[in-house]
């Protein structure tokens, strides 16, 4: 009998196993937790629901709380592909957009889908920080996320010359933190039904009048 040679194909084989292991737990949590809320759902739920042991779940994630960040990493970005958000092509985009108004109206337009596909998500921590310690940790952590974002943002305008003048990277980071923010996009677009459509052109105008050296678009 042939001796069977574990290589190469066979190590990217489980690798793709593994990957679409964790998709699934993933995805099965995020249906459970929209669903019951993330302290009713339990990591045998989530087991049973993807197919799997509960011992697969603890391998992969080690507890609940991780598989909700990696449930708010992927929904982030669309996918579960290692590659960080700031590291994705359309934030190249932003670097080689030809000033200001581009560069806003890019990053709303990423802001808007990323928005659409993370908010029942972020309510379910929002909500759960008050009561849970992981929570309010996890909740913390994506706050963080976003500033840093928001700071990668305002240091692209400052290096193309767009900043108000007198304004520093901190000072428009912040000040894009508060205004493209997951808390007024959701006050618009659920609350008082804008599109998303409507809720950009609003933002571009506010952020260009707020932090940039041009105009906003017209009213």
């Not at 990217?12 to 737990?25: G, H, K, L, M, P």
């Not at 007198?166 to 039904?193: C, H, N, P």
Request: no cysteine.
């Amino acid at each position: 009998m042939d001796e069977v040679v574990k290589g190469p194909a066979t190590r990217a084989s489980r690798a793709d196993q593994a990957v679409a292991t964790r998709r699934r737990i993933v995805e099965a949590a995020g249906r459970f937790f929209l669903r019951d809320g993330y302290a009713a759902t339990t990591l045998q739920q989530i087991a049973d629901e993807a197919g799997v042991a509960v011992q697969t779940v603890y391998f992969h994630f080690g507890n609940k709380r991780s598989v909700l960040k990696e449930l708010v990493d992927v929904v982030a970005v669309g996918d579960d592909q290692p590659v960080a958000l700031l590291d994705r092509p359309w934030v190249d985009e932003l670097r080689t957009a030809s000033g200001g108004s581009e560069t806003v109206g890019l990053w709303l337009g990423a802001s808007s889908k990323i928005f659409g596909r993370v908010a029942p998500i972020l309510r379910i921590v929002r909500d759960a920080a008050g009561s849970d310690p992981e929570m309010a940790a996890q909740w913390d952590v994506n706050q963080k996320q976003r500033h840093t974002a928001h700071r990668a943002l305002a240091e692209i305008l400052d290096a193309k010359g767009a900043l108000r003048p007198g304004l520093t990277v901190d000072e428009a980071a912040d000040i894009l933190f508060a205004l493209i923010s997951l808390e007024v996009y959701v006050l618009l677009t659920v609350e008082r039904g804008w599109t998303p459509e409507r809720w950009e052109h609003w933002a571009a105008r506010t952020v260009a009048d707020a932090v940039l050296t041009e105009p906003g678009p017209a009213h």
